[in-house]
């Protein structure tokens, strides 16, 4: 982290400037490919920690409705749509994606001006790392606040923090370039294990390129189409990774989700994470707020008893799901051997709840001292193989109601077959809908879905969150059924009425005394290179 954002100061007094021979600078650091690969090993863990930690599941599951935790105060005002400028996760995360931003920057400037004796191609896939980074922190802070100030030189910002921000549409341009650029100049084949890929790259564009489509040139946000130009770049951007990468799906939906499936290759993008260290910010936390039970994590970091899948999940599920189901939540009677196994494995026996499996995955004695405490050791799923699929499934249906082309049911159909479940001989927006719910749940994406959606049919969204899913009601399960059915509404938090304004967070108060900018009207910002033609 020092390294890759080391700064260089001069003074006249001769005496300072002896060189040093254990003095990081930019004419002795970059000199080699390792050189730049430390510089951009910072980028992969600690600056997305306070993104990670609460707001990558608080926001985009429970903001979704996906989990419910009436009593934990990260997730309950994103679900109840009662959060503020002050809600800490949200300050948090606002402070996250600006730290990522500003070290891809300082790593972009750096090798930049450095005197490298490395290669060309080197160089530009150090700055394609980091050009990801920035890209997709950049597509979060515009999925999530509209409007905001797209930095690329923090230095020049120090002395003078005051900017405006620059159109929601702008920073969707911005972040394009950046994965266009990262799609260009990274490698085929991870250099090390868990580094990005030219693949990696092409499905983030591909899902960048589908929520554009319906930003571009739509003027009809209630009932409109989306854009015919981006829905074709999205799919030939997913289409590169389906096809040509050679990449397949893990045979087991479950061990994506185990230490044993870290950096999977279907793992397109993952934040990577320390295992068997307690050291603040480089450690999934997530464990600690999921497990239910000491018994699970073997010491007192188990906060998730009141942390759990809502009503309006547990019925989403079609009942011929176990594998997905028993993978992302804990219900009745399932049986996980990998947990607590000096006992014999761990059996669920909560009736009225179903409680967050996918990142629970014990105790140190269960995996060898990989898990401590607050620190499961697991990556972080940012993007997988098996949402490039979908993508391309939903890239091809386009603007159409259905679809019965066989591409599109191909790749749809790998991740239902992969889970046990049917194929289908024609698809809609609402079955891609379900199987990104299902797949993608409790990987901080379905709130991204609803508000992708809503670029282009707001008040089909306001309805389904407002009235379709029940967000105060709970369950219970039936023992005689074999089933969980509704049971009352809780009423410890009321849930507000979403409206169009809900589709985008506040800005973080301590931001907005910073820079009162961002209070005002948005700046058109002023791009300085051309856009890559990647598909020529």
């Known amino acids: 982290m020092a390294i890759a954002g080391l700064g260089i100061s001069s003074c006249d ?18 000199t080699s490919e390792s050189d730049l690969r430390v510089a951009t090993a910072g980028l992969y863990g600690k600056v997305w920690f306070d993104f990670n930690d609460k707001f990558y599941y608080a926001l985009g599951d429970g903001r979704a409705n996906n989990i419910f935790a009436p009593y934990s105060d990260y997730v309950y005002p994103f679900t109840n749509f009662t959060e503020t400028s002050l809600t800490g996760p949200l300050v948090s995360a606002w402070g996250s994606f600006y730290n990522v931003i500003g070290q891809a920057n300082n790593t972009i400037n750096n090798i930049q001006a450095s005197g490298s004796g490395v290669s060309e191609e080197a160089k530009k896939a150090a700055l394609a790392e980091a050009r990801f980074m920035r890209g997709t922190a950049y597509w979060y802070l515009a999925s999530l606040w509209g409007n905001v100030p797209i930095i690329v030189d923090n230095a020049a910002i120090v002395n003078n923090p005051v900017v405006p921000t620059n159109p929601r549409n702008h920073v969707f341009e911005f972040a394009i370039r950046d994965l266009e650029f990262a799609a260009k100049h990274l490698p085929l084949e991870a250099r090390q294990n868990g580094r990005l890929t030219q693949w990696s790259a092409y499905g983030m564009l591909a899902r960048l390129y589908l929520s554009y489509a319906g930003l571009h040139n739509v003027d009809n946000r209630n009932g409109g189409i989306r854009d015919t130009e981006y829905l074709e770049l999205a799919k030939k951007a997913a289409e590169k990774v389906c096809v040509e990468s050679g990449l397949e799906l893990n045979e087991s939906y479950a061990e994506l989700f185990t230490l044993d ?18 050291e603040y910010g480089i450690t999934n936390t997530q464990q600690a707020y999921f497990a239910w039970s000491s018994e699970i994590t073997g010491d007192d970091a188990a906060w998730g008893y009141y942390t759990f899948a809502s009503w309006d999940m547990i019925r989403e599920y079609d009942s011929r799901e176990t594998v997905r189901l028993h993978s992302t939540f804990a219900t009745y009677g399932a049986e996980y051997p990998e947990i607590n196994q000096a006992a014999g494995g761990y059996l669920y026996e909560e009736t009225d709840r179903a409680n967050i499996k996918k990142g629970v995955v014990g105790s140190a004695k269960d995996t060898e001292g990989v898990v401590a405490r607050m620190n499961s050791g697991l990556t972080t799923k940012m993007l997988r193989l098996a949402e490039v699929y979908l993508i391309y499934a939903e890239a091809i249906l386009g603007n159409n109601a259905s679809t019965t082309d066989a591409t599109a049911l191909e790749y749809f159909n790998k991740v239902r077959e992969r889970a046990g479940m049917p194929s289908k001989s024609e698809i809609t927006y609402e079955d891609i809908r379900y199987e990104r ?33 029940d967000r105060a009601v709970q369950y219970e399960y039936d023992e005689a059924t074999g089933t969980y059915i509704e049971g009352d509404e809780n009423t410890a938090q009321q849930v507000a009425t979403a409206t169009a304004e809900d589709l985008l967070l506040p800005y973080p108060e301590s931001e907005l005394v910073q820079n009162p900018l961002l209070r005002e009207d948005p700046v058109n910002y002023e791009f300085v290179e051309e856009r890559i033609n990647l598909f020529q």
């Open 13 to 30: 007094d001769g005496f300072l400037e002896v060189s040093s021979n254990d003095t990081i600078t930019l004419d002795n650091f970059f």
């Open 261 to 278: 499936g870290n950096n999977d290759p279907e793992s397109l993008f993952a934040l990577q994470w320390v295992g068997g260290t307690t």
């Open 437 to 469: 719910r299902i797949e993608l749940a409790m990987e901080g994406q379905y709130w991204y879905d609803l508000v992708r959606r809503s670029y282009y049919r707001q008040q089909e969204v306001l309805n389904y969150v407002n009235d379709a899913q």
